[in-house]
């Protein structure tokens, strides 16, 4: 088969993927996934430990073995993975840093909003920078904890869909403009950082120390 997924990092005990956007998690129909596209190209077993939404590109850590599937899983549950998002959108934001906290609340078709009660919340930190010669705002996300979603929902809830995110009323563009860029823990074995810029879309210039995000958003 042609390879279409390229090795970000590799370890032991998982692979770090960059994931196209288009790309589903797991199969649908006639649709392979990406956790069945990656074993068979890379001729293994894997097991997905987070998820990243069909529309989302950037990096995917996989499993190699379920007891380091189990491992990595509860550090993500945990929160002890550190996650950080590009977007991009037009329009003025109702903020340009800060939190967004709120309950998500379900809707029809599948999409959620924000609410403003606070029984369990979806949580994210965010700074953004507004690209005059592009004339879209680049937002670098920090998500503190993990609902369905909650980052779309979030740029929603300041006015400000996504780019391309038809769902939540993002502006028409050639694709969704929300890319996992980077991910940060400590095991066993020391710490790991993994990045990788989006490689599809037309993104405003990112400032060139958002390359280390936890810098600019630290725990």
Known sequence: MTSILSV?????DWLAIYKPEGLGMHSEG?????VVIAAEQFGCRLWPVHRLDKVTSG???LATSAEA???LSALFAEHQIQKYYLASAAGKPAKKQGWIKGDMLKTRNGSWKLAR???NPAITRFISHFDAQ???RLYLLKPLTGKTHQLR???KSLGCAIRGDQRYGGDDADRTYLHAMTLRWSDDDGAHIISALPRSGHWPEMPADWTDPDQIIPD
Not at 8 to 12: D, G, K, L, S, V
Not at 30 to 34: C, S
Request: proline share 4%; net charge negative.
């Open 8 to 12: 970000i990092a590799r370890h032991p």
């Open 30 to 34: 006639d649709e392979q996934g990406i």
């Open 59 to 61: 990096v995917l850590l």
């Open 69 to 71: 599937a189990a491992r």
């Open 117 to 119: 009660s606070q029984n």
């Open 134 to 136: 592009h004339g879209d």
């Open 153 to 155: 929902v979030a740029l």
